[in-house]
């Protein structure tokens, strides 16, 4: 059974940083693209990062680049995403994402919020 958990969400002020994990299991984890998306109240989930299996490439949603970076450990089946410079625009449910093919896999998600 694939599972995906995301940790470290939480309140940050404007201006701070957070690093978000997401460790897998029940999959060959090097075999699949990894991203991280997001959805914010009253909004469709949108693509925040993306990395190549191998992790030789990634991707970023425009409002985010030079602020995330999206990396990953294969040796311990796990996605991070580092955030800086965040503001209250980035608020929302944070969600990891597994691909490959035709199969797609969902974390549960973590809470980011970005508040004085």
């Known amino acids: 059974q694939v599972q995906l958990v995301e940790s470290g969400g939480g309140l940050v002020q404007p201006g701070g940083s957070l690093r978000l994990s997401c460790a897998a299991s029940?999959?060959?984890?090097?075999?699949?693209?990894m991203g991280w998306y997001r959805q914010a109240p009253g909004k469709e989930r949108e693509l925040v990062a993306l990395?190549?299996?191998?992790?030789?490439?990634?991707d970023y949603a425009d409002s985010v680049k030079g602020r995330f970076t999206i990396s990953r450990d294969n040796a311990k089946n796990t996605v991070y995403l580092q955030m800086n410079s965040l503001n209250a625009e980035d608020t929302a449910v944070y969600y990891c994402?597994?691909?490959?093919?035709?199969?797609?896999?969902w974390g549960k998600g973590t809470l980011v919020t970005v508040s004085s």
């Open positions: 029940g999959l060959t984890f090097s075999n699949y693209i």
């Open positions: 994402n597994a691909r490959i093919l035709h199969m797609n896999y």
């Open positions: 990395i190549t299996n191998a992790g030789s490439s990634t």
